[in-house]
């Protein structure tokens, strides 16, 4: 098992150079994993809504948290939040995953947000790819999943100690 080993990856706040590489991992993430779930709609919204320039600039700003997981200099995962207290998007490549980098990101995202904005919940519209990742993690469901501009969730809420 993993007791005793060392978690191999870096975890730490995105600079702003790394947002296209960032995108771009979710982009192809989104391809392989998640777009058999969504109707052509869906898969639309999405590609709207990580490259939409809004985004970019409050990620610039500061208005929207991105956290990265790396192995070595090599993207492997990444989180954002908006609002600080929404996960916007968390996609790991496909390469690692099971190896513990989603956990690692929402730890690392959660703890800073304890932290530093003394947040003490966040909330996620889950796809249903993720769904299983988030209850594993502690995540609970607040309503039955819906449909919004093609995209299918479930809201849910982690309360953080």
Not at 71 to 83: A, E, F, H, P, Q
Not at 119 to 148: C, K, M, W
């Amino acid at each position: 098992g993993m007791a005793g080993t060392v978690f191999p990856y870096e975890i730490r706040m995105a600079y702003q150079g790394e947002w296209e590489e960032a995108m771009a991992l979710a982009w192809k993430t989104f391809l392989e994993f998640e777009a058999d779930d969504y109707s052509p709609e869906g898969i639309r919204s999405f590609e709207d809504f990580i490259t939409d320039s809004t985004l970019r600039r409050m990620f610039i700003m500061g208005a929207y948290q991105m956290f990265v997981a790396l192995d070595g200099s090599k993207m492997t995962g990444m989180i954002t939040v908006r609002s600080n207290s929404h996960i916007s998007l968390l996609f790991v490549d496909k390469e690692y995953h099971r190896k513990g980098i989603g956990r690692a990101l929402m730890e690392g995202l959660c703890g800073y947000l304890r932290t530093e904005l003394d947040i003490r919940r966040v909330t996620v519209n889950a796809s249903p790819f993720g769904t299983g990742f988030y209850h594993r993690i502690g995540f609970t469901d607040l309503e039955p999943e819906q449909t919004s501009s093609g995209i299918r969730y479930t809201p849910m809420e982690l309360v953080l100690k």
